[in-house]
């Protein structure tokens, strides 16, 4: 598949071994329809092998108003699940894909807008961010799979605070409950997550998959067999050349130090 195959929505480019994708349906607030759902599906299914990391943004004021809501008016119930279950499918290929994905948060990040955040591994935010969860007035429910990655985020009184009074955060408040990892000025969220892409480019594929794959899978886990499956991880990941090989080169005086803060 290529990228000029996705919906005219969505807008994908490479830099690098970083792969970017805008959301890019700015006049209506890059409001998630479903071509662009299923676009999402097919751009993380098929990514090339050499891409390291993606980089999610949004085209113009805002990263995502949520659900289109047009879609909504004259769906069935039975439909309802389907639709449902297909951003569940696009989502879960956005947090268990092949490489790790750092969401670039402005403007309204919303609904399901937040639920597409929340898929991703890494979120900064700019200072002109903010997050609710508006549904509970349109009368609806969430969809996108916000009820599972949203509590283990920001707690589940706080979601719930969050759907019960449709209250707006502020990019600091997201900042400051776990929403998103880095909080920076307006304008610098592209250049600071393509920064974090590139760093996290450079780490070895086994343990960005651990990273990614393993460590969720333990933190849901019970602790005994949590750390079970921890072993394994660490001994697949020292068994490896590549670890191997960056072990050498510190001890060689060769591998960067911890910078200090
Ligand atoms: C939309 C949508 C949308 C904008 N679906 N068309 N999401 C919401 O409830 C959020 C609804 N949107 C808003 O509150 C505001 O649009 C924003 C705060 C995001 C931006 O405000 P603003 O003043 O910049 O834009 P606007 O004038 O409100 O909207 C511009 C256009 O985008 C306008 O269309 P136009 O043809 O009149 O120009 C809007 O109708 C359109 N637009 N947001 C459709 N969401 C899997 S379940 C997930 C459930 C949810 O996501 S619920 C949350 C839905």
Same mark, same amino acid.
């Given at each position: 598949?290529?990228?000029?195959?996705?919906?005219?929505?969505? $807008?994908?480019?490479?830099?690098?071994?970083?792969?970017?994708?805008?959301?890019?349906?700015?006049?209506?607030?890059?409001?998630?329809?479903?071509?662009?759902?299923?676009? *999402?599906?097919?751009?993380? /299914?098929?990514?090339?092998?050499?891409?390291?990391?993606? #980089?999610?943004?949004?085209?113009?004021?805002?990263?995502?108003?949520?659900?289109?809501?047009?879609?909504?008016?004259?769906?069935?119930?039975?439909?309802?699940?389907?639709? /449902?279950?297909?951003?569940?499918?696009?989502?879960?290929?956005?947090?268990?894909?092949?490489?790790?994905?750092? =969401?670039?948060?402005?403007?309204?990040?919303?609904?399901?807008?937040?639920?597409?955040?929340?898929?991703?591994?890494?979120?900064?935010?700019?200072?002109?961010?903010?997050?609710?969860?508006?549904?509970? /007035?349109?009368? *609806?429910?969430?969809?996108?799979?916000?009820?599972?990655?949203?509590?283990?985020? *920001?707690?589940? =009184?706080?979601?719930?605070?969050?759907?019960?009074?449709?209250?707006?955060?502020?990019?600091?408040?997201? $900042?400051? *409950?776990?929403?998103? $990892?880095?909080?920076?000025?307006?304008?610098?969220?592209?250049?600071?997550?393509?920064?974090?892409?590139? &760093?996290?480019?450079?780490?070895?594929?086994?343990?960005?998959?651990?990273?990614?794959?393993?460590?969720?899978?333990?933190?849901?886990?019970?602790?005994?067999?949590?750390? #079970?499956?921890?072993?394994?991880?660490?001994?697949?990941?020292?068994?490896?050349?590549?670890?191997?090989? &960056?072990?050498?080169?510190?001890?060689?005086? &060769?591998?960067?130090?911890?910078? &200090?803060?």
């Amino acid at each position: 598949m290529s990228w000029s195959d996705l919906p005219s929505s969505l $807008q994908a480019e490479r830099r690098g071994v970083v792969a970017v994708l805008r959301l890019n349906r700015a006049d209506k607030r890059n409001a998630l329809n479903d071509p662009m759902v299923a676009g *999402i599906e097919t751009f993380f /299914s098929t990514l090339p092998d050499d891409i390291r990391v993606v #980089v999610l943004c949004g085209q113009g004021a805002h990263f995502s108003a949520g659900l289109d809501l047009t879609e909504l008016v004259d769906r069935k119930t039975f439909a309802g699940v389907e639709h /449902s279950r297909s951003w569940h499918r696009a989502f879960d290929r956005v947090q268990f894909g092949s490489v790790p994905v750092v =969401a670039v948060l402005h403007g309204a990040v919303v609904g399901g807008g937040l639920e597409l955040a929340a898929a991703a591994h890494v979120r900064v935010a700019e200072r002109n961010a903010f997050y609710a969860l508006p549904e509970g /007035s349109r009368g *609806i429910y969430l969809g996108g799979g916000g009820s599972v990655r949203l509590p283990p985020l *920001i707690g589940t =009184a706080r979601m719930m605070d969050m759907m019960l009074t449709a209250r707006t955060l502020s990019a600091e408040e997201g $900042q400051m *409950i776990g929403l998103s $990892q880095y909080l920076v000025d307006e304008g610098q969220g592209f250049a600071k997550g393509l920064e974090l892409a590139h &760093r996290i480019a450079d780490n070895a594929p086994f343990t960005n998959f651990a990273a990614m794959h393993v460590l969720p899978r333990i933190a849901g886990s019970d602790p005994a067999a949590g750390y #079970v499956t921890e072993a394994l991880a660490a001994a697949i990941a020292q068994g490896d050349d590549e670890a191997k090989a &960056r072990l050498k080169a510190f001890l060689e005086k &060769r591998g960067p130090k911890v910078a &200090r803060k």
